[in-house]
């Protein structure tokens, strides 16, 4: 019995070792895959391009440009320079335009600073000159009265001559005639001058006709009759005579 039941277990052990190596090896769920599935499951491969000339290209490959592209850039660069760079002779004509430019900048100045010294003495003379008009205008009414002075007593004097000598209305007379002298030629030193146009033409600047009337022996638009003098304050009109002017008949 005892043969008999460890023939049949040792029976059993030999079916069952048969049956385990008869059937494959199962993979675990974390083994690795195959190469070959992860081959197929990668992407396609992107190949890249490159920004950069083919004179970085080269140096890179080569290590250094090449004479020839050297000697290409070199002459290119002369090229340039030569087309862009003035000639000698616009260069000479560029200095002379400029120191041209300059002298006439220069001369400019010089006369307008001229013009305005001349301008300047012009209106400082102005100021000086006329600075007592006012003043002689005031002044030339007393040099008038003398003058109305003077006409009376020489009328006087002529009426007395012709009576009889009056001593004491010669005096006055002469002393009159002194004051009214001195007072002109001091009025004179600071430019201040009395004009009678008696026997001149007539000249709206500087008359002022009063009446006009025909004169036997007188021309056209001359001054016969001067009814008050007139004054001049360096040349310049102060005040214009008032005349009496002959017309034709």
């Known amino acids: 019995m005892l043969r008999q039941a460890i023939s049949t277990s ?3 052990l030999l079916s069952s070792s048969r049956t385990i190596a008869r059937q494959p090896f199962l993979r675990p769920q974390f083994s690795p895959a195959p190469l070959g599935s992860l081959q197929s499951r990668l992407p396609p491969s992107t190949r890249w391009y490159s920004d950069k000339t083919e004179e970085a290209v080269a140096e890179k490959e080569g290590g250094e440009p090449t004479a020839q592209v050297e000697a290409q850039d070199t002459e290119t660069t002369r090229a340039t320079e030569t087309a862009n760079a003035p000639s000698d002779a616009d260069a000479e004509l560029k200095k002379k335009l400029e120191a041209r430019e300059k002298e006439d900048k220069y001369l400019r100045s010089v006369a307008d600073f001229r013009n305005l010294q ?3 003495q012009r209106d400082m003379k102005a100021a000086r000159d006329f600075a007592i008009q ?3 205008k005031d002044l030339v009414d007393s040099v008038d009265n003398l003058d109305r002075a003077l006409t009376m007593g020489k009328e006087k004097l002529t009426i007395a001559t012709e009576e009889e000598k009056n001593d004491d209305l010669i005096s006055f007379y002469e002393g009159v005639k002194m004051t009214e002298t001195n007072m002109l030629q001091t009025l004179a030193k600071h430019g201040l ?20 009337t025909p ?10 009759h001067v009814q008050q003098k007139g004054f001049k304050l360096n040349g310049r009109i102060l005040r214009a005579a008032k005349v009496g002017v002959a017309k034709s008949q």
Not at 201 to 208: L, S
Not at 215 to 224: H, I, L, S
């Open 134 to 136: 006012k003043f002689a």
């Open 118 to 120: 001349d301008r300047t």
């Open 10 to 12: 040792s029976k059993a």
């Open 193 to 212: 001058e009395r004009f009678s146009p008696e026997g001149e033409k007539f000249n709206p600047n500087e008359h002022e006709a009063t009446f006009m």
């Open 215 to 224: 004169m036997p022996g007188k021309d056209d638009n001359t001054v016969f």
